[in-house]
């Protein structure tokens, strides 16, 4: 089986990590379209036109079976063309997981961190709108700019990353929030602070386990035998951090950069 996987940068690695852990005898060709990044403080119409380009380059160049979306935002402004566009591909996307988090709550306080886009997006709108029927639920969101750039940089326990999130985090805080969904692969790069900021009295809630598991059972369907080695061919538009990327996935082909649309 190959298996293409894209994300605007370094996040979606962490959905590889997940699916790496649980997946073998495929490829992985990983595309971080660092060139474009950060989506999130991008139109709908742009994010769907990289995310298109994206799929058709993973198709022409690499015959891939499955396409993991393995970016909030990108699913959220694109997985309806893309599905529209390749209807034989098998398609998952990544959602922030505020159903998980509702099952973890204790104080009923979950706090949301996502980028703009997704938290403006549709499909979180829907989401939350069908949830909000649930008793007692508190949801304090938060739209985190900026911190994409952060991570790619490579500051994940930075002065001004710190900042940045005690900003954000403090009220969640102040209110009780037990549970924090991270609405953006980028995210878990960023866990350690998020938790001392915390007081290490949260619970972080990340989709890339639940991805990989639907991947499998997706691919077994149609055939997949999952065993033998796993390869992982990683793919970058622009500049993208490599000791990062290193740390996340142990063992991987060389780091290729390319050309994708403009
Ligand atoms: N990892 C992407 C996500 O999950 C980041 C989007 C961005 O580049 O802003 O939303």
């Known amino acids: 089986m190959k298996i293409g996987i894209f994300d605007s940068g370094l996040g979606g690695l962490t959905v590889v990590e997940a699916i790496a852990a649980l997946i073998k005898g495929a490829e992985i060709y990983y595309v971080a379209d660092t060139k474009h990044a950060p989506y999130g403080e991008k139109t709908p119409e742009q994010i769907t036109q990289y995310s298109l380009n994206i799929a058709q380059y993973l198709i022409d160049r690499h015959q ?81 700019p900026g911190l994409v750039e952060q991570i790619e940089k490579g500051e994940i326990q930075s002065a001004k990353t710190r900042e940045m999130l005690t900003a954000w985090l403090t009220p969640m805080l102040q209110n009780n929030v037990d549970t924090i969904v991270l609405g953006c692969t980028h995210y878990p790069l960023v866990e350690a602070l998020i938790k001392e900021i915390m007081q290490h009295k949260v619970q972080l809630i990340q989709t890339g386990g639940a ?44 780091i290729k950069k390319i050309n994708i649309g403009n």
């Open 211 to 254: 991805i990989a598991r639907h991947l499998l059972s997706q691919s077994e369907a149609k055939g997949h035998i999952n065993a033998g080695p796993l390869r992982i061919f990683l793919y970058t538009t622009g500049e993208i951090q490599t000791p990062i990327i290193d740390q996340i996935i142990k063992d991987h082909e060389p």
């Open 64 to 144: 891939i079976d499955a396409l993991i979306v393995a970016c909030n935002t990108a699913t959220s402004a694109a997985i309806g063309q893309l599905r529209e566009h390749y209807p034989s591909l098998i398609i998952l996307g990544t959602e922030p997981g505020v159903k998980p988090a509702i099952q973890c709550t204790k104080t009923k306080n979950i706090g949301v961190l996502a980028t703009p886009a997704t938290l403006k997006g549709e499909k979180y709108q829907q989401l939350v709108s069908a949830l909000s029927a649930q008793e007692g639920i508190r949801l304090f969101e938060q739209a985190c």
